[in-house]
C-alpha cells in the first residue's frame, strides 16, 4: 500500500506525487509498514501545526522516521515524533521573536518530574492523574484540585481551539479574549500564536508538558516563568470534548497571573 500527502506552505493538506516536500511544507509517505514524514529545510510555522493535527489521527505508540534538514530519526513513536516537530514550530516563532519569549517544553513523566518545578500551584495540575478517565471526571478532579490561574482550552468539529476559560485579572497577554473566542480570531499577535502552538503540542502528544523559559511584559525586563500543559483526550471520547488545561506562574512575580 503507497499513499502520501503533502503540507504547503500555507497549511493546506493535499494528494502529492512528488519525491521531496513542497517549498516551506511537509510530505508525509507511506509505503506498506513504513510511515516517513519529510519537513522542508525553510518550513513554515504553519505547516507544523497542520501536521501536528493530521497526526492526531494515529495512535501514540504509532512508529514512524521523521528526516528534517539535519537528520533522520526513526523508529520514533507518533508521541516522540509530534514533540520534535512541536518543537521545531516553537522555535521557529521564538526566533522571530526573540525580545518578546523564549522557552523550552519537556514531556512531563511522575518518574522523572523536573527538579526546577517547584510552584505549588503547578504542582496541583502535575500531580492529577487524569489520563484513565473520561473528560468530565477529569474536569470535576481538576476543579476540586482548586488550581489558581487555571486556563482551559476546548476546540470545535473543525479542530479549531477557543478558550473556555481564562483568569479575568490576567496582565499578559493583554488584552485578552472572551471565552469562546476561537484562537485563530486572535493569533494574528506573537503571544497568542505562541500560546496556541502550545495548546496543539500539548493534543497532539497526548500527555502531560511542562515549559519553562523566559518572557518580557509590556517592554519590561525578560522575567523566569513555568507552565504546565495537561490534555485531556480520553480514548472513546469525541475530539470535541477533548480539553487542555494549563497554569502558569512567573517564578520572582507569582502575584501577576499569566496564562
Known amino acids: 500500500m503507497r499513499s502520501q500527502i503533502a503540507i504547503t506552505r500555507g497549511g493546506i493538506?493535499?494528494?502529492?506525487?512528488?519525491?521531496?516536500?513542497?517549498?516551506?511544507?511537509?510530505?508525509?509517505?507511506?509505503?506498506?509498514?513504513?510511515?516517513?514524514?519529510?519537513?522542508?529545510?525553510?518550513?513554515?510555522?504553519?505547516?507544523?501545526?497542520?501536521?501536528?493535527?493530521?497526526?492526531?489521527?494515529?495512535?501514540?505508540?504509532?512508529?514512524?522516521?521523521?528526516?528534517?534538514?539535519?537528520?533522520?530519526?526513526?523508529?520514533?513513536?507518533?508521541?516522540q515524533a509530534c514533540h520534535r516537530i512541536a518543537l521545531q514550530a516553537i522555535g521557529i516563532i521564538e526566533r522571530a521573536n526573540e525580545a518578546l519569549f523564549m522557552s523550552n517544553i519537556e514531556l512531563f513523566s511522575d518518574l522523572r518530574a523536573p527538579s526546577m518545578l517547584q510552584s505549588e500551584n503547578l504542582l496541583k495540575l502535575a500531580s492529577l492523574?487524569?489520563?484513565?478517565?473520561?473528560?468530565?471526571?477529569?474536569?470535576?478532579?481538576?476543579?476540586?484540585?482548586?488550581?489558581?490561574?487555571?486556563?482551559?482550552?476546548?476546540?470545535?468539529?473543525?479542530?479549531?481551539l477557543y478558550y473556555l476559560a481564562i483568569p479575568p485579572e490576567h496582565v499578559w497577554?493583554?488584552?485578552?479574549?472572551?471565552?469562546?473566542?476561537?484562537?485563530e480570531d486572535i493569533a494574528g499577535s506573537p503571544p497568542w500564536r505562541w500560546l496556541s502552538i502550545i495548546y496543539e503540542t500539548a493534543l497532539a502528544v497526548q500527555a502531560p508538558l511542562f515549559q519553562h523559559g523566559f518572557l518580557r511584559l509590556h517592554g519590561g525586563t525578560m522575567r523566569p516563568f513555568q507552565r504546565f500543559i495537561y490534555p485531556i483526550t480520553p480514548a472513546g471520547e469525541r475530539p470535541s470534548n477533548y480539553r487542555v488545561l494549563t497554569t502558569a506562574e512567573l517564578l520572582e512575580s507569582p502575584d501577576l497571573v499569566i496564562i
Open 13 to 79: 493538506t493535499k494528494a502529492s506525487t512528488g519525491k521531496v516536500p513542497p517549498e516551506g511544507g511537509v510530505l508525509a509517505r507511506r509505503v506498506n509498514g513504513s510511515f516517513t514524514v519529510s519537513l522542508h529545510r525553510k518550513v513554515s510555522e504553519k505547516a507544523l501545526v497542520q501536521l501536528l493535527r493530521s497526526l492526531r489521527a494515529l495512535d501514540p505508540e504509532f512508529r514512524m522516521t521523521l528526516e528534517t534538514t539535519d537528520r533522520r530519526h526513526e523508529d520514533m513513536t507518533r508521541r
Open 129 to 160: 492523574e487524569l489520563a484513565d478517565h473520561d473528560a468530565p471526571s477529569a474536569l470535576m478532579q481538576a476543579s476540586a484540585a482548586d488550581i489558581d490561574n487555571l486556563v482551559s482550552v476546548g476546540q470545535n468539529r473543525s479542530m479549531r
Open 173 to 183: 497577554p493583554s488584552p485578552g479574549p472572551t471565552p469562546g473566542t476561537p484562537l
